[in-house]
């Protein structure tokens, strides 16, 4: 049983503020993976306060790169470090979390026929070689990555999202279920109650609106779509549904399009 | 023209005090790469008074592991510091460094065959993906990698050295040149003369001695042997040699069995 676990950077940092993690939000995630005693699990988290304003500062999303080294690092050294606060405090709960960054091990390139600035939000692009993610899970630890910057032949590097991670660890682990937790409890529909359940795109078609983007960053629909092309299911909850997902329940929303 | 360049733990870091840069030496090594202007360059180094400590604490090394999450994780952070420092004040000096931590790229298995506590010295037992390394280095960044853990499977975590790193570079980078830079000015002869070029084992059988080590972190001879097995030419020498390496010189000793 294979679980990928995603805490948005909303939820792990105060996204107000630049690099600030909101301790009791962190905390409260770590304890329940922590009492889940959940195995297997590789976790992933966003960038909230720490990437988002210095790829804001240098103009680096995941379509618009840099080859400004100074850039690239900034960027990349915010995001060290809030992973380290995640890991640091995952391992003080006894979770033996080790960190893996993006940057060491991917590269994108552009798929052919792409037109410039078009990336396939199935994440197609991204060429992320696992074999440390999948050696260090089968000796027992949790590794945890993070949105980055990656190489990205022919733009310098570019911006990799949490999201797309996790959509790509998920097919290379053959993972059996996927959780993303956000700072809202679901996918709302039309009058901002939680949907329990997307089966196809349709379901929601008319509370989420055009399914035409491709910003893996961007809003819901580009996300439940990803998400529905997976071969496990997954579930989209807030901060309180970590605990319940990783004991095997279905909080917020479930998106499965098997 | 693609050039590797191992920098020693001993010459950039003070190897009697824990976890101190030799600022000096470290800053005459970066402004050397700088004024060299070489392109296609990628930078490793060793692990000096930021890995080894560490390592040895928990009882680590290149075939003995460990499966503490906490252990693993202070020889990684500690070398990640130091990989900081480098990437740093290489930035500092206008080289394009980007850092690349082989925790979240490679993976070790014991080799069929393999004696339990044996592996091989040429690194046949690693995996390490070059797509980032490539990519980072086809945007004109220098990707700049170190000693450090790696999950093993079966073992938890062990020790990749930098010599270990640098000879798999040369073999997948397909690379002209491979420099390492250490605090003695090449392998000296019985009489304590640098030797200027090693063709085969022969030519320093009577200096080095035995040559069935397969110690990789070990002596001088493993460290021979294994870089007379490469494509590329190797050249060990002293901090004095790295502008003379980088402009195309054989300062130290060149060790060429090809």
């Known amino acids: 049983m294979t679980v990928v676990l995603k ?9 107000d503020t630049p690099e600030t993690v909101d301790d009791d939000a962190i905390d409260a995630a770590v304890d329940a993976i922590s009492e889940s005693g959940v195995e297997n699990l590789v976790v ?46 995952l391992q003080s709960r ?32 991204l060429s992320l070689p696992l074999e440390s993610t999948k050696t260090l899970l089968g000796e027992g630890f949790v590794p945890v990555l993070h949105g980055d910057v990656v ?60 399914s035409e983007s491709t910003d893996v960053t961007g809003g819901m629909a580009a996300k439940v779509r990803a998400l529905l092309a997976m071969d496990a299911p997954a579930h989209v909850f807030g901060p309180d549904g ?3 997902f990783l004991a095997g329940a279905s909080p917020g929303t479930k998106i499965d399009g098997r």
Chains 1, 2 share one sequence.
Do not use: Q
């Not at 992933?44 to 988002?52: K, P």
């Not at 310098?156 to 809202?184: N, Q």
């Open 7 to 15: 805490l948005g950077g909303s939820v792990v940092t105060d996204k």
């Open 44 to 89: 992933v988290h966003g960038g909230g306060s720490f990437g988002h304003h210095h790829a804001a500062n240098y103009g680096v999303s995941t379509t618009e790169g840099t080859d400004d080294a100074a850039g690239a690092l900034a960027i990349h050294a915010a995001m060290k470090r809030l992973n380290d606060a995640v890991v640091s405090r």
């Open 94 to 125: 006894d979770v033996p979390a080790l960190p893996v960054h993006p940057l060491s091990v991917a590269a994108r390139r552009d798929a052919e026929g792409d037109e410039v600035g078009e990336t396939d939000g199935a994440g197609a692009s």
């Open 151 to 210: 190489a990205h032949a022919g733009r310098g590097v570019t911006v990799v999202s949490g999201d797309e991670l996790v959509v790509r660890l998920a097919a290379d682990l053959d993972a059996d279920r996927v959780g993303l937790c956000s700072t809202v409890p679901g996918v709302y529909d039309e009058n901002e109650t939680v949907v329990d359940e997307i089966r196809s795109f349709a379901d929601v078609e008319s509370a989420l609106g055009e």
């Open 242 to 244: 970590i605990g319940p």
